[in-house]
């Protein structure tokens, strides 16, 4: 298992194109946020409610239909145990 994969096997970066350069940036992967939540057993609506978000807008982030803004995922990721997320 490489340091890019969670324990589940998806990986916790993924390339998408960027609305406001047009580019493709590295980003972390909703999917990968999500796993590790369900993993600690921390329900979407309390993981909202600690990100003082709505559990319908941390739905989305979970699902890469927003942008993983790197304030919310620092503070989604303080939530969990430590681990390791490698960018390169
Ligand atoms: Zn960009």
């Known amino acids: 298992m490489s340091d890019e994969e969670g324990e589940d096997g998806v990986n916790g970066w993924m390339e998408e194109s960027c609305a406001h350069c047009g580019h493709t940036h590295k980003v972390v992967n909703g999917l990968f946020l999500r796993e590790a939540r369900i993993r600690e057993g ?42 390791r997320l490698v960018n390169q």
Do not use: C, F, T, W
């Open 42 to 83: 921390l329900s979407l609506r309390e993981m909202a409610r600690r990100l003082r978000l709505s559990p319908a807008y941390l739905s989305d982030v979970e699902r890469n239909r927003r942008a993983r803004l790197p304030k919310i995922v620092g503070n989604y990721l303080r939530q969990l145990k430590p681990m």
